[in-house]
């Protein structure tokens, strides 16, 4: 069987051998397809990687780049295509997608067109290129009309219209990134009316699939996660007590501004509080070009840092590996997701997988991965009739049970391990993918 997968980024693998630069992101892709080959005898899948890159000559090549996989044996090999997509500006849609994708298409003739990420113009160009829609099958990632909805994540008025000068250079204040979700939720809209088939993993992006069409047909199918975090486990005596450890903080939605605000009310009974963020720091002020760079979400963060007293409690950790994740993951006290809107972070299965505390907030699609007084604590989070202070006296209070509550924390610990293994389990998920596509196929020859 042939199966052309269609995604955000350059698979890892398939960067390090064409000497591009190698994303982070997305990580269970690479779990994914690190499956799909390990089992490659008995599956038969032929598997074909096509992927955003930058204008050059890769993106104009038709023929497939070969790309060895040894690991997996010595013919396991990946086919990779690129497509020049502007990923930087991907609420605009470029109709030339649709000729280049196509030719792809044509080039691979494949039994299954799996594409990634249902808000993206690669998928519609995809979906409107292909000439058989049954063979199509469009993987919910977030859900970008709630999350427009969700954005500004209770942001006081004067933030949310504020403009730095780099909001201004980039056209990217917070609410032109409002705007920019909204223009992808429509397109995915749009994406899942014109599709057949569509594969999620949460009941929130179930009854939003089914609301956008109710005649396509829904699979439901776990994701499987980075390999590294498959093994090791946190242990109490080993971590950083008092340290909180967040995967992301860099716009809005993630809602760190809630966590800055829940751990000023918190230092005073727990002065060795300590934040630490995965990704690039949004507060740094000391140089020119730092005061020229930083965003108005940046500089309401700081603004927090200096009202909370916080300044040396909050450390930005800059770009991290997955084993670099996983150190800081078994490393913290505790980890903590304050979004005000997601669908099934990865993250948070990692953590849940190594076992690490965990409190979450009760939005979007996270209830159906994480079980609220069994895995860990769920605090209601952003929502309709939920003010600010609602939020962060939720989260502060959460914090404290899980710190104050060592054999509830042990409890939620062992919990959390056993149901994340169930959910991304690597098997499993496999073989439910094996079934989709099979399914597809067939119904596709009909």
Known sequence: MKV???????????????????????????????????????????????????????????????IP?????????????GFYEDMLHAENYDPGLEARIGQIIDAVQPDVIHCFGTEYGH???????????????????????????????????????????????KKDSIKMQQHKFLLRGAREEKILRLSGNVTGRTEFDRFYAKKCNSDARYYFMNETLRSCFYEGQWRREAC??????????????????????????????YPDIHIKIAGNSLVNYRTLKDKIKISAYGKYLRSLLAEQKLEGKVQFL????????????????????????????????????????????????????????EDGILYRGFGP???????????????????????????????????ARITHDKEKNYKKMMEIYAEIAGTSKR
């Open 4 to 66: 052309l997968w269609i995604c955000n980024i350059v698979l890892p693998t398939i960067a390090e051998r064409l000497g591009l630069e190698v994303s982070h992101k997305e990580g269970w892709l690479a779990g994914l397809s690190g499956t799909i080959l390990e089992h490659r005898q008995e599956n038969q899948i032929e598997l074909h990687v096509a992927f955003p890159v930058g204008s050059g000559k890769l993106s104009g090549e038709l023929h497939a780049h070969v």
């Open 69 to 81: 996989v040894p690991e997996y044996g010595e013919d396991a090999v990946l086919y990779g295509y």
């Open 123 to 169: 998928t519609l160009a995809a979906v409107k290129a292909c000439p058989n829609k049954e063979r199509v099958l469009v993987g919910i990632q977030g859900v970008c009309q709630v999350i427009a909805g969700a954005y500004m994540a209770d942001l006081p008025e004067k933030v949310q219209k504020s403009k730095t000068f780099r909001d201004w250079l």
């Open 240 to 269: 950083e007590p008092y340290t909180i450890f967040v995967s992301q903080g860099d716009y809005p939605l993630k809602g760190l501004h809630y966590l800055l605000l829940a751990a000023g009310s918190l230092q005073e009974r």
């Open 318 to 373: 800059g770009r991290l590996s997955a084993e670099e994740m996983k150190e800081e993951y078994l490393k913290a006290g505790l980890f903590v997701c304050c979004s005000s809107n997601e669908n099934s972070p990865n993250s948070l299965g990692e953590a849940m997988l190594l076992g690490v505390p965990c409190v979450a907030a009760d939005v979007g699609g996270i209830p159906s991965i994480f079980s609220g007084g």
């Open 385 to 419: 009739g939920r003010t600010l202070e609602d939020v962060v006296r939720a989260l502060s209070l959460a914090i404290m049970q899980m710190w104050e509550n060592p054999k509830d924390r042990e409890r939620y610990s062992e919990n959390a391990a056993k149901h």
